[in-house]
């Protein structure tokens, strides 16, 4: 096993370099499925039986609301390794995804407040999954008021970090008492089908988003960390040299 | 000739430890008493804000009281680390030859003694007040003795990273209280189950594992701040 | 093809503010995603590059100077 990889990518100067290269590829392919797939699904995809055109809004809320979940994971990941192996590309990783995964998460709970109206008669609707999400919104919010509040950098990432871990042991006891206190006090006629039963048609558009917002993701995130590498690394000689050309 | 060291073990820091806590708290009684003067403020302003209505208020009693409870230890979270803090006594725990982990277990106890014992105590007076039923009050007990400590333990974890901040204001609450979300629901689960007639074993249950999670994790996640928190 | 016209896709079945609603504010939230890096990179890059250049005029000063004596 090469681990001369892993050791690479605690250089900050080695992942500018690289993401310098792998950026445009991921711009052009996550702005590339995101209009493909909205495209597929607003158009061409069958309408649903039970909630007729407005289940496409299914094609913007189902990838936010897996990118917002999955970014807080990769946050964590990222958390374990700058505690353990104090890499510091992991600390700006997180400084870089919070946000992202923030404004996704809001994007998620707007969409699918927008998506209850029709669907089940009300703009917000304190189902399991919302009130779950709502409360992912509060642990990024936390995450982001925590960084910005401390002023010295490696202090602040320290304790970023721990937070994260705190809160990532949290979201399947948040996860399972939301959804245990939805089923107490949901009426017992309320039926919630969000997921249509979905043929290809339908679904395909839906992959095409989540692979195209996770490309989109990636390419924000780093364009974030080239941004967070270059005022960090502001005194090294190749920050210098880069800023000088 | 060399003197002899006495070796001070465990249980005597500890003891020290618990003594100076509650020797500083009794020389600022006021900052102890404030929670509690908010934990009944807050009670107050849901008839004011909402409706004095019986049938209205006893429906939402128990949920206004754990919500009472939750932020009016928030409030007192401020005492926790901040005078250790300022007064260098912090550093001296983070190098004292005991376990940290313990250190922390012990001032958390304290300090639950002394703004989660208060509160409980309080409680069935501003419970009445919103007409939950007399019958309840020893379920509405119970979850308060068993779910205030957890809140305390989490809230640690929001004290300790950030003591070192000059005004946090209500930064720690916005830290924590996201993670007392699921003590909230059980808590308020478990008399609402005593209410509907059925029984609160399992919430109890449910109530207690938290307790030991966060006894047995906490520790960890609060030295681990306090640690970060001294060091800068 | 769903739509047998411009105007039936943009009711969308009766449903067409929210749809159209949730894309917008979707299309919204990607743009701001995609552009503020932008413009904070552009921020910093000024702000360093000043920065170099204050820092070159300290340590070589300008020759226009008067000696003091």
């Known amino acids: 096993m090469k681990w001369t990889f892993f050791h690479k990518l605690g250089s900050p100067k080695w992942f500018f370099d690289i993401s310098g290269k792998l950026l445009p590829w991921f711009v052009v392919t996550g702005i590339l499925l995101l209009v493909i797939g909205s495209i597929w699904g607003l158009v061409f995809a069958p309408k649903d039986y039970q909630q007729g055109d407005s289940f496409r809004i299914i094609y913007l809320h189902v990838p936010t609301a897996i990118l917002a979940q999955s970014c807080y994971m990769m946050m964590a990941v990222s958390a374990l390794v700058s505690l353990v192996w104090k890499m510091k590309l992991a600390d700006i990783f997180i400084t870089s995804a919070a946000p992202l995964g923030a404004l996704f998460t809001f994007l998620a709970l707007f969409t699918g407040a927008v998506w209850g109206k029709p669907t089940w008669g009300t703009w917000w609707v304190w189902d399991a999954r919302l009130t779950a999400m709502l409360v992912l919104l509060f642990l990024y919010f936390g995450v982001i008021s925590l960084q910005s509040a401390i002023d010295d950098i490696q202090l602040a990432s320290k304790a970023t970090s721990i937070l994260v871990l705190v809160g990532v042991v949290n979201i399947p006891i948040i996860k399972y008492s939301v959804e245990w206190w939805n089923t107490l006090h949901q009426p017992a006629t309320f039926k919630l089908t969000e997921k249509p039963a979905m043929v290809p048609e339908m679904w395909m558009p839906l992959l095409v988003m989540v692979i195209g917002i996770y490309c989109f993701f990636t390419a924000v995130v780093i364009l974030r960390m080239r941004n967070e590498i270059l005022m960090r690394e502001r005194k090294t000689k190749w920050v210098q040299a880069f800023i000088f050309k | ?232 | ?69």
Not at chain 3, 31 to 46: C, G, H, N, T, Y
Request: net charge neutral; hydrophobic share 55%.
């Open chain 3, 1 to 69: 093809m769903n739509f047998t016209s411009l105007d039936s896709f943009l009711a969308m079945g009766g449903h067409g503010l929210y749809v159209w609603l949730s894309y917008s504010v979707g299309l919204l939230v990607f743009i701001i995603a995609f552009v503020s890096p932008l413009l904070k990179r552009k921020r910093i890059m000024q702000e360093l590059t000043q920065l170099q250049r204050r820092q070159k005029h300290m340590r070589t000063p300008n020759e226009n100077t008067e000696s003091i004596n």
């Open chain 2, 1 to 232: 000739m060399s003197q002899s060291v006495e070796y001070i073990g465990l249980g005597k820091v500890l003891k020290e430890v618990c003594l100076r806590e509650y020797l500083c708290a009794f020389r600022h009684r006021q900052a102890f008493i404030n929670p509690l003067v908010f934990f009944a403020i807050i009670i107050a302003l849901f008839p004011l804000g909402v409706s004095p209505d019986p049938k209205f208020l006893s429906m939402a009693s128990v949920g206004v009281v754990w919500v009472g409870a939750l932020l009016s230890t928030m409030l007192s979270l401020d005492n926790l680390f901040m005078k250790d803090y300022e007064d260098g006594s912090l550093e001296q725990f983070v190098l004292s030859a005991q376990p940290l982990y313990l250190i922390m277990l012990a001032k958390s106890f304290v300090h639950w003694t002394l703004t989660g014992l208060p509160l409980i105590i309080i409680s069935p007076l501003l419970a009445m007040m919103l007409y939950l039923d007399f019958e309840h009050l020893p379920a509405l007990m119970l979850t308060l003795i068993m779910g205030t400590p957890v809140i305390n333990l989490i809230g640690g974890i929001g004290a300790a990273l950030t003591v070192s901040l000059r005004s946090s204001g209500v930064l720690v609450s916005l830290l924590v209280l996201p993670l007392t979300i699921p003590v909230l629901i059980f808590a308020t689960g478990a008399v609402q189950a005593s209410i509907d007639g059925a029984s609160i074993n399992g919430y109890i249950a449910i109530l207690g594992m938290l307790l030991m999670l966060s006894i047995t994790l906490a520790p960890f996640a609060t030295s681990a701040a306090i640690k970060l928190s001294v060091s800068n």
